[in-house]
């Protein structure tokens, strides 16, 4: 019986409707209700710990959020430094320089014809349109950019503070390159020649064949050693893809070469995919736990939502009730501006695995 | 160009953080983002638009709504009159009437080992915990409820008017049977011998083989009368089930007998199924526009997510925005107190079709 | 390290591809691989076992299999009695009568223009068109049958039983429905209120008040005393819905009779859905466990795929593999031609729950 | 009447069920069902087609494809040149590259306690487990092997051609790594940093800072040139991922050098992600035409399908029907010995695109 009334502690509260709501009482009250609106709930206390705590925070992107119109919730949650490293897509970064760049992206329906689509140059994400015109002429962009750089190679997240630097010298508007480069946030992004800034990227080297080097392995290296500097890390992702793994990897990396590494101490993710399938995106949080991406006893929560509809309800609560916490928050501080990256102010080994302090 | 011109009219805007928005204030951003969110502020304008229309506004409800927390929610629709006509599964109508008669359901864990839960009678829907011997004395409450009834067939919408008022007399207590008891909402429960409910009904059985009789046959010609009534009707559908077909088979029955009736004017699902299985709860809107339950030029949305989620967030804001309109609404006013139901004082046939008027 | 051994014993053997192998041969290679390839070759052993086993088979079928080309390995089921018990929607005992009637459903397009359809009265099911005009001459013979009965209630199970006699002796073809009835498996349709059939029933109504009566609480009854006689049973599923929950809760409900009923002891459904929406069509079989609605120790297994991709494969390869085990199975002989049905010549208790015996 | 005609042209075929039939004849008669069924049968059929036309086809894999036993499938398909040029994530490979070394992956299961596992450095792949010790054993390796190579970037594709090689000079297994580089098919391999394959080029970085210069802009250009070289391309994925949308890229890519390219004229993809949440693994191939990554009159299937349980059934099938076709094609000869790619003897350009010949 006793057991019995372990199981009974704390009962659903029914949601109450009440006109006029924050987002802030919208999610204290679902942390009682079931299912993904207590998912929901969940996330906003976690992420809000992980804010109090002493501890590094990843952030992964994937998904069409940028183009998806989410793209100033991200800049937002860099610059006010709920997080500390970001790994994206590039087609996120993409879209994103797109629109920081002055062009749109355009409502549009998941039943339109896309012949009629293909001939107007008109390219469909579901229910959104872009003009193909000026993807084109963001290649090209980009491959101008690429010929200012020198000619040796690059991590991807020097030259991402590199372009956030270039973007906002040109153009002064927000986003999530030019937030990231004026708040010293790093971006790393592995499938970089998996996207149209791997596009640009390869036609500048169309013009000059020792232009665009991009070193993909040392962004490898870095990210293990943001870990071993501080071994207290939190992930928090949308969407799954390659910036999940890169997250999870750069602990498993880390744990390989200092054994205070021991996974996350906190996790959340937002995502659509399940996990009967194998895939890595709808991979769960328990099964991280064995491959000590994820420490044994992390706080953690999956929200099985797609992140356009959750993520403008979680941070604008986030934003309320984390306030203090940011404030008192010490973010890491880095240095990005070169090819050896420094965290408060001492730099990282280059090109080696840094050895346990 | 000209046509170009009219795929880019309307760009996506991006979603900008401010602490202490309100649903209202959200869902009006959300209208121009993309994907999910984009669909659940539209549905949000939608079921406004339904409002303000002269129109019968079907609500169908599955999945565990109730035991997950969105019972008072739904109760205030049905109390606001957000709605005229509700169709449920058993479960929610049973799981409703477990909290209104003063238990509860409790947060679990999905992980939790059902072994255990087992010996201990607790039975667990996902990550929320009942416990069981509650739930056997329910039953004997509704087999000793349906003894009170006279030995003669009820439609479920009978049926559950006398139990509302049971219920309500008995409790005082808020809940989707009681509020539709007092705002003398019709409910109809198509599957009611695939729930709790059929099963306390057998029991009263078991004890009197004169009693628990139920008329489903009827239940499908009052649905369908209801159409024939007033042929401009709106469905609005969270997750699926026998309540969506139901409703959509209303209106395709009074379109058999009325060809005023020309499907659904407004339709909108909040859904986790797809499209690509053939399923009928995963069935898209397009779709049942080739069946007439949707008019060809129905305005209609499909939101994917999970109810406990997105309903919250839609009803707090639709509760600020909708305010004049519900209050200029005069909503059909039924009489549900007798085995021939009535509508603004005229009574429905009695065990046939309503001819054309 | 022992333990780690024990974790590591049975290891993932690759799928080699053999020109000409047969779907026996398919599946039982790919009781090695992993995810639902596995799941689908765990099914046919299971599945094998039940047959083996002294036990009776339930089975549920939900979506639209008879549209989409399932109902004769259905009608193959029923007649080499792999299951015991058949429950169903409504649509696909009536998607089922539609073919043996010399109708057919037709190849389509979910890209196909719906309004387009809808002007020819064609509806459609993802892919796959019917002739609006042949459903409704369906509904007029299903009246017309449903007036040859007596006026007095019929359980599903009685009614459908008469249908299926009705349809074989006017068609001889073969199908779902005329396969029960020549097999003498009982057939059970809780939600019959929510389909085609009931709005057949509900024409006989409207030309005859005393018409078209259904005793759906009945068939609680019936459902529930046909688990207190044997115990033993298992559940086959398809696809969720009404008829997953309907043979869980007769496991449930005859077990507040007769404490020898314990779940379920082994369990096998393939569906799409997912859990962690709280709907009972996704819930998990290790739930199931928590409400006893399956023994603690049942062998279960989950297929999430498509019925209509994996169902072809299964049977094909469990008619192969089960042909021994078929011939040497007793299976349960019932007698439905009346009110009253009857196992092995035993009637059952009319209206009341069977003592134990 | 005649437009209605041509909508309901082709019957719905009931499957029927045959003991002992072949993996052809499954799928020869589940292209007259629906659903996903129909979709499997499909897939068969334009994977025919392409490989009886002039073509050159793609092959894209994402998912735990090698880990969960599919690794002998995706070789045989190389060997046999049922494609042309593999893109594949960096587990895929990794995984293959652990079992051609002699170590295996493990029937597990999905609801085990990973806490458990963690602690015996099991690492679980839902319902698969490997042992980490030799995950790290092999990272050494790949280090080892990385390091024999001169320092000077490599494409992924020269650098998988020279593991291949390595591995099977070493161990004469069979696997993809191995029949990839017998039978000359290039692998790509875009987000190569965001794998264990890239862990194990990074510990070779750590020894040497030389070492493990991998350019994956070169793999963009060498991709894009060899849609420019033979602009007929059919696309076949599995699961997504950088894969998937590599391979349009390529076709994208291509097109603004050469206005030949007219985006694949085949597309087949099995996926278990959905169009509605905006992500590129769920984007369907509708969408794929309006950016022209896709020809507009492309023949084309989505297979809503785990690859686990599809593929078997496919390859099975289309290992007996296509014999004749393969015996007849001609594959593209590539020599991949070197930094410079060759086609039928004629070298790509280096380091830029290739000029319409």
Not at 7 to 35: H, I, Y
Not at 84 to 91: E, I, K, M, N, Q
Not at 267 to 276: C, E, F, G, K, R
Request: charged share 25%.
């Amino acid at each position: 019986m006793k057991t019995k009334h372990r199981f009974l502690r704390e009962p659903v509260e029914p949601f109450a409707v009440a006109s006029g709501a924050t987002a802030d009482d919208l999610l204290a009250r679902m942390e009682r209700v079931s299912f993904q609106g207590r998912s929901l709930a969940t996330a906003r206390r976690i992420w809000q710990k992980m804010l109090a705590d002493d501890c590094t925070i990843f952030f992964g992107i994937a998904g069409a959020l940028s183009a998806g119109g989410m793209r100033l919730i991200i800049s937002h949650l860099i610059a006010q430094r709920y997080v500390d490293c970001l790994v994206s897509t590039g087609a996120n970064l993409y879209h994103d320089l797109h629109e920081t760049r002055g062009r749109r992206h355009y409502l549009g329906s998941p039943q339109e014809n896309d012949a009629a689509l293909q001939a107007e140059h008109i390219d469909r994400v579901y229910d959104t349109y872009a003009n193909e015109d000026e993807f084109i002429e963001n290649d090209e962009w980009i491959a101008a950019f690429t010929l200012t750089l020198e000619r040796r190679p690059y991590t991807t997240r020097e030259y991402l503070y590199r372009l956030g630097e270039y973007l906002w010298n040109e153009t002064g508007g927000d986003g999530i390159l030019t937030a990231a480069y004026r708040a010293n946030v790093p971006i790393f992004c592995p499938a970089i020649a998996d996207s149209s800034i791997g596009m640009g990227i390869s036609q500048a080297r169309d013009r000059d064949a020792s232009a665009g080097q991009v070193d993909v392995i040392a962004d490898i290296m870095e990210s293990a050693n943001l870990v071993i500097r501080r071994p207290r890390t939190a992930s928090v992702v949308l969407g799954g893809g390659t910036p999940k793994n890169f997250i999870n990897q750069a602990s498993v990396q880390a744990e390989f070469y200092d054994d205070r590494v021991g996974g996350h101490r906190y996790a959340l993710q937002i995502v659509t995919d399940v996990p009967h399938f194998g895939g890595a995106s709808g991979a769960s949080l328990e099964e991280a736990q064995s491959w000590g991406k994820l420490a044994a006893d992390a706080e953690r929560v999956t929200v099985h939502a797609d992140a356009t509809l959750a993520l403008p309800v979680l941070i604008t609560a986030l934003a309320t009730s984390a306030r203090d916490t940011l404030a008192a928050r010490k973010p890491l501080r880095f240095d990005l501006s070169g090819p050896v990256m420094a965290v408060e102010g001492r730099p990282f080994p280059h090109a080696r695995f840094e050895a346990r302090t």
